[in-house]
């Protein structure tokens, strides 16, 4: 797998609000204020659905595209357990 194909459509489409976003002002008008404000909620919650799980001494660590980390709970670990690994993790 090449570099380009590893990374998930949501952490593109996530990618293109933040560039439209940073083209947005929050001292224009309203309506661009609040478009600017959805579009960088939205690109933080597409986001936040790319997680990748590693493992560690401590526990299953999983890592957002944003670089937020936290270990695994006991559920999703029994969860991705049951499931065979191959599940979204969704927080």
Known sequence: MTEKSKVSYESKLASKCQGVAS??????????????????????????????????????????????CRYMTWRERIARWLLGGTMEIRP
């Open 23 to 68: 083209c947005l002002s929050y001292n224009g008008p309203k309506h661009e204020a609040e478009a600017k404000h959805i579009l960088h909620e939205a690109s933080h919650v597409l986001d936040s659905h790319a997680i990748r799980v590693h493992q560690k001494v401590d526990g299953l660590l999983m890592i957002d595209a944003r670089g937020k």
